[in-house]
Structure formats: C-alpha cells, structure tokens
C-alpha cells in the first residue's frame, strides 16, 4: 500500500505538471477546433476589455449598471449623464450573477455608486454562466476571487481558461493588446456602454414554452449581491430590460420570475411599463437599437431615478 | 451518481481507504461496507428502487436454498419457476408493459379493432436487467447443481449488488465472482496500479470518444432528412464508436474498479471492431451477456445439438431475445434478428468458429485477407448499428436508404467549427491504441512497459490532459443505464 500510494503521490504532480504545460502550448497554437474546453475571450464579443481597463481608471459614480449584453446594450451612459447623473456601465456579454458578484467584490468599493441598477433577465438566473465566467476571467485579472468563482461553477472550460489566464498574466502577454472600439455595427462609448448602429428588426418566429428558473449557484449569487449593496447602503434598483414582444411571451412564466424579483427589492418590469415597437425600437429579439434605448433610457431617468 | 463524474470519485476514494485502512482486518466487515456503499450508490439513482433491489436479492437467495434443499425434483422446479417468474415479471413489467400493450393494440387496430391502451408512465429501474440476470443465473446454476446456494446473505447480497457493475454489468456469474467475496482480499499493488490504468482508459473512451461522437450522431440522427447519403454513413461511424466507447468505457471503469478492491470481474469487451466475421464479434462484444444468453437459453433450447434446422432456429431465438433485452421496441428486436441473418451464412458453412484468435496475431499490420474480413464486419456492424440507433424501424429505413442513393457520393458536412474532424482525429487515435493493445485485457494494459517509467507516465498525463481538454462539459450518463 505505501508503494501505491508513494506512486499517485508522485504522479500526481507530474500529472498536473503536463496538464498546465499541454493547456498553454493548445492556448498558445490558437487553433480554436483544438480548443474544444478553452475558451480565451480576450477582446472578444462585448467590449469587455475596455470596459474593464476603463472602470480601473474610474473615480466615484452616481449609478453603477450591471448585467447582461441587456445591461452594457440598454444603458446608454451619455443620456444618463445628460440627466445629471455621473455613471458607468459594468454590464459584460451574458454576465449572470455569479460573475457580477466577482465584478462587484472587485470594483463597488471604488466606484462607490449611490445606486445600483441591476439588469435582471430571467436568462441570466438559468444559465450556468460558463461563457460569462470565462470572458471575464480572460479580460480581467486572475486573482483569488476568480479562482473562487471557478470552484464555485467547476466547469473544466473554466478550469482551462483560468490556467491558460494566469499563464499570459505572470508573462504579461496581454499587456499591449488594445481592443477596437469599432467592431462591425458595434461602437464602444466611453463608460461602458456599446453602441449598436440603428438596426431594424424582421420578427422571427419564437417557440413559446420558456420557464424562467432560478439555477441555485445563481440564486446564491444574487443573494451575496442584494446582501453587499445592504451592507455598503446602496439603493438596489432590479430592472428588466424591454425585449421583443415574441421573446418575452415565450417565457410561460412571467408573473413568477417578476414575483421571484420583488421580494429582493425595489422591481420594475419594462416589458410591462413602455410601449415600443419590434421592428422599429430592436435591432434583434432580446435588444434595443438606439431608438429604443433613447425611449428606455428616459423613461427610466423620468419614472424611476427620481424616487 | 454516474462513473464519469467528480461525486463518484469522491466516493470510490473514500470506500478505498475505508476498505484498506479501516476494514481491512475483517472480510465481514469489508463486506458490509462493500454491500452498504453499493447500497448508498444505488439510492443516489433512485432509493425507491432499493426495496426491488433488496427484495430480488433476498427472493433469490431464498429461492436458491429452497431449491438445494428440496427433496424431490418437482419441488426443485417449482421453487426455480418462482424464482424465474418473479424475476421476469418484475423486468416484463418494468421493461416491457408499455411496449406490449401499445404492440396489443396495433395488432387489433391492423384488424380493425380500435381500443385505447392503458399505458403507465413507468420509471424502469436502473440496472434492473443486469442484477436480474445475476439473480437468475444464480438459481438456475444451483437448480442444475452447478454450484452450492450461498448461506452467507452479505456475501450473496455483495455478489449481486457490488456497485461496479450493479447498474450496467458485466453480468457475473456466482461460479466467479462469489468465491472471491467469501475469500480474504489483500492489497495487491500491481493489481490496484492495473484497475487505476483501465479505469483511465475507461474514462477515455466515455468522455472523450462516446461523448464526442454522440454529439454529432444526435445531430445528424436528429435531423436525418437534412444530410446527404454521405453524412449519414458518418453519422452511423459516429454512433458505431459512440456506443463501443460508451459501454465498453463503462466496463473498462467497472472492471478497474472492481480491481481497486481485490476483485476480477468478468471481461466484457475484446476489441470487437479488429473481429473478421460477425460471429467473432459476438464472441468479442457485451461477453458476458453474449455468454449468459449461451449457457441459459442456446443450450437448453438444444444449441448445437440437433441439426442445422435447430441451430438455426437457436440462433434466431438468442440474438432476436438479446435484442429484446436491450430496449422495448421493434428496432431493437430488428437489430438482433438482423445480426442473425449475418450470422446465418457462417453457421450454414460451418464457420463460425474459424476466427478464434486475435487479427494479425504476432504481426503489425493485418494480411489483406485479414483486412478484407476487418472492413466488411465492421461496415455490417455498422449499418446493424443504425437500427439500434433509429427511433422508429420506418426512421432507420428511410436513414438506411439515403445511404444508398447518390448523395452517398458528395461530400460528408462539416459543420463551421470542425467539431467532426477533431472528434475524428481522437477515434483515429483511439483505434491506433486499441489495435497495439489488441492482444491484452485492454488497451493501454502493457502499452509503454518498455519504456522509461516516466515517459510511460508523461503518456497517462496525457491521457488526462486529452479528458479536460475534449471532454463534453455537461455530464452525460451512459447508454447502457438504461437497459
């Protein structure tokens, strides 16, 4: 038995020795049909680089916006400070509360935020948030919270991306990329908003039998986050962002996810509160064109911000 | 709480030190936790069903004294009949009620007859096909005074319920496995570095072949009236290796496992895609339920007893029932009788006992009569794989047909990632090792023996590194659980 178990004992490193040095040479070769379970998002979909490389260079806010694509595509930060609000906009490519708690362990003490607008969709409370976890661990420092953060979701991918993170981090790898501001139709304003060129929306057909569901890790999350702007008294503002009318009436349950959303707080459901049109306020299903933000936004600084 | 995932790892560590550090001075106590932790494994699929479990198990250890010690032969009987019935009619219930009801009122609406079938929404046990053979085996060995009934009800218990192979085999036999549960096990280190090793190729086989290539057999099976002949010949290569990675990855963690705690469980799977005529496969696939269905169906129906006649209609009869056993539907059924027809010519002839050895025994590469006979089985294997697969015996027509049209000719689709070739490549890989390793238990037996130790070692890191890299990340349970 000592035989056996000096052997794993000695395995055991080699084991993981290898396993770092194979997970850097496939992030190194860049081939992404080798990289089945290591997603390195550095720059990619949803200006997150910047946005991160900008929030560590910001002073004190009025509001802070986090959440989904909803969150960095719904929140236009210049009409917001055209109201006389000083803000930025934390919101990353399906951010899901698990990576918004990291977010804001990290950057609410800084950005001091009076108020905290949380965008809450209810994909957001379903998904198992591995994408999101991975783009921000590839756009934003490793640290232990992000190690935190892998353990709590332990997904391989995860695992991988932090390994390789880590790897381009001590070597600073990264240190002279500098991300577009100009991607397609994408263009990112300072503060943490992008904004999409205006585009028109041709309705698709949408399978109607969704379920909003709270997934645990999630939940937990959401609870860590309602708990910490407690303790640091900063008003909670829960707001879900207008989606096409087809989007939203393919969730069955609604009523139960805005029910879910009251008992944490100060709720507002947009999709109930605005009238906008889907061709002409949406560039797809689930977004605003700038037509649609400017409509979404006022009605936010008029019938929300001043209570 | 499947193989392939981190809740059974946390497990299996736990029972390895408490069976060596903790009850290791004791074989009733090994036992006992052996059958408790088989026990506790079952009850995270399910604990409703450890009452079925529990019952079987006491039904045929009660059945099996019963028979010993009745005086007379009809007594004999009558206790093995129960026993039998009892058995079947919970798996025909479990298994089997929907289909025959459903199967009932087709028949009566074809003769014009319409009534409304009264289905139940029944949840099939898992494993219950396996455990149910092992009980059945059991008293049937004892019947025919093969072996003597167990008095010690742990130790049957453990026989019947030892968690590596409770949910989806290999089926035991008590003439094997339950000496080694009444025997003093001691800690073997080069029969615990051997499970360790099968257990990584196991793993292997599951989460990065099976899986992998499930991913695109489900697309492509999914959406057959979407592809070309071509891809749907993929597809089917895709499944072919999807299932062997799947169950025989299975074993391979089973049998390791067993090997952890000082157990041989039986073989189950020889590399069956190296076999050169389908009757060399069966020899080499799902053994121990190809053997089971030998020793207590093909004999006493005769075997090979009788003339060709008879042989053929045993033939028929077995592979049609193990097609019957893995699943109630017709394309199952199809499936068996469909690898009878292929058996036919070979039993006919006189052949089925020609290829006995291993293919290329001694050699590298396979003589072309070798090949020849490789590449047929295997494409037969193939395309008797895609009934197994299909959701309806009409679905697997259609999906065989398009195979044979012209499209078979354009090219295979590949979707914008190249998710195929990568999985391609591993199988390519997969193969290569399977073929060096042919002539061993399993593959990476003695693969590298030669070499430095720790280059051998740098092989099995790699081997993990290949599991984190390409494995599917959502955990996917096995195909067999559900027979």
């Not at chain 1, 949406?282 to 299903?285: K, L, T, Y």
């Not at chain 2, 049209?405 to 000719?409: D, I």
């Not at chain 2, 042919?438 to 070499?451: C, D, M, T, V």
């Given at each position: 038995m000592r035989k056996f178990l000096k052997a794993i004992l000695l395995f055991i490193p080699l084991s993981i020795a290898i396993y770092i040095l194979m997970v850097i040479i496939i992030g190194n070769l860049n081939i992404g049909t080798l990289?089945?379970?290591?997603?390195?998002?550095?720059?990619?979909?949803?200006h997150t680089n910047t946005r991160i490389k900008e929030v560590r260079k910001n002073k004190a806010v009025d509001i802070l916006f986090v959440g989904s694509s909803h969150a960095y595509r719904g929140f236009d930060t210049r009409l917001f400070e055209q109201g006389g609000y000083h803000c930025f906009n934390l919101g990353s490519n399906r951010q899901s509360p698990i990576q918004t708690e990291l977010l804001l362990a990290r950057y609410l003490n800084k950005l001091n935020p009076k108020v905290l607008v949380y965008e809450v969709c209810p994909i957001a409370f379903s998904t198992d948030g591995v994408e999101s976890t991975c783009d921000i661990i590839s756009n934003d420092v490793v640290d232990f919270g992000a190690l935190k953060m892998a353990i709590k979701q332990n997904n391989i991918k995860i695992y991988n991306t932090l390994i390789y993170s880590y790897y381009r981090q001590l070597l600073h790898r990264d240190a002279n990329f500098t991300e577009q501001i100009v991607k397609d139709d994408d263009t990112y304003i300072s503060g943490g908003f992008v904004e999409k060129k205006i585009k028109y929306y041709t309705q698709e057909k949408i399978e109607g039998n969704n379920k909003a569901a709270l997934n645990d890790l999630q939940k937990e999350s959401f609870e860590a986050i309602v708990a910490m702007t407690k303790a640091y008294g900063i008003k909670l503002l829960l707001i879900q962002s207008p989606v096409t009318k087809a989007t939203f009436n393919a969730y069955v349950n609604n009523d139960y996810f805005d029910h879910k959303m009251q008992q944490y707080g100060t709720y507002y459901n947009f999709n109930k509160m605005i009238e906008l049109n889907d061709s002409l306020d949406?560039?797809?299903?689930h977004h605003l064109n700038q037509n649609g933000v400017v409509k979404f936004n006022k009605a936010i600084i008029e019938k929300v911000l001043p209570n | 709480m499947l193989f392939n995932s981190l809740n059974f790892f946390i497990f299996l560590i736990l029972i390895f030190f408490l069976y060596w550090?903790?009850?290791?001075?004791?074989l009733k106590l090994q036992n006992l936790l052996l059958l408790v932790s088989s026990y506790y494994f079952y009850a995270c699929w399910d604990w409703r069903f450890l009452f079925l479990l529990a019952f079987s198990t006491g039904l045929d250890f009660y059945t099996g004294l019963k028979i010993a010690n009745a005086p007379q032969k009809q007594q004999k009987k009558m206790w093995l009949w129960i026993s039998i019935g009892i058995n079947l009619g919970f798996l025909g219930f479990f298994k089997y009620y929907n289909f025959f009801i459903n199967s009932f009122a087709d028949a009566m609406a074809q003769l014009g007859m319409h009534i409304d079938p009264f289905t139940l929404s029944v949840i099939l046990p898992v494993g219950i096909s396996f455990y149910t053979f092992h009980g059945l085996s059991y008293v049937i060995d004892i019947y025919y005074d093969r072996i003597k009934p167990e008095t010690n009800f742990i130790a049957y218990s453990v026989f019947v319920s030892?968690?590596?192979?409770?949910?989806?085999?290999?089926?035991?036999?008590a003439t094997h496995l339950l000496p080694q549960v009444k025997k003093q096990r001691h800690f073997n280190y080069l029969q615990a570095v051997d499970g360790l090793r099968q257990i990584l190729w196991g793993l292997f086989k599951k989460v990065v072949i099976a899986d992998n290539c499930a991913e695109h057999a489900n697309t492509i099976f999914n959406?057959?009236?979407?592809?070309s002949g071509s891809s749907l010949f993929l597809g089917a290569l895709f499944f072919t290796f999807q299932i062997y990675g799947d169950f025989s990855g299975y074993s391979d963690i089973a049998l390791g496992t067993a090997r952890l705690f000082g157990i041989e469980l039986l073989k189950n799977?020889?590399?069956?895609?190296?076999?050169?005529d389908i009757a060399e496969f069966w020899r080499r696939w799902h053994i121990s339920l190809s053997n089971w269905f030998r020793d207590y169906l093909y004999i006493p129906l005769g075997?090979?007893?009788?003339g060709k006649g008879m042989q053929v209609r045993n033939t028929f009869i077995i592979f049609i029932v193990s097609g019957f056993w893995h699943g109630a539907n017709w394309t199952f059924i199809f499936w068996g009788a469909l690898n009878a027809v292929y058996f036919l010519p070979l039993l006919l002839l006189d052949k089925?006992?020609?290829?006995?050895g291993v293919a290329a025994e001694g050699r590298f590469l396979p003589n072309l009569r070798e090949l020849w006979g490789i590449s047929t089985t295997f494409i037969l294997t193939v395309l008797a794989w895609i009934f197994f697969r299909a959701e309806s015996l009409t679905k697997a027509f259609a999906y065989i047909e398009e195979i044979f049209?012209?499209?078979?000719?354009q090219m295979p689709a590949i979707s914008a990632n190249k998710g195929e070739l990568i999985s391609l490549a591993l199988v390519a890989f997969f193969m290569l090792i399977e073929w060096l390793g042919?002539?061993?238990?399993?593959?990476?037996?003695?693969?590298?023996?030669?070499?430095p130790k720790p280059l051998r070692w740098s092989f099995y890191a790699l081997l993990i590194f290949t599991l984190g890299m390409y494995m599917q990340t959502n955990e996917t349970p096995f195909i067999y659980f559900q027979f």
């Open positions: 990289q089945k379970n290591l997603k390195y998002f550095v720059g990619a979909y949803g949406f560039f797809d299903g | 550090f903790v009850t290791n001075k004791s030892f968690f590596p192979l409770l949910v989806a085999g290999p089926i035991e036999r959406n057959y009236t979407d592809y799977f020889s590399f069956p895609y190296f076999s050169r075997g090979s007893k009788g089925n006992r020609s290829n006995m049209s012209k499209s078979f000719f042919r002539e061993k238990k399993y593959a990476i037996e003695k693969l590298g023996f030669s070499w």
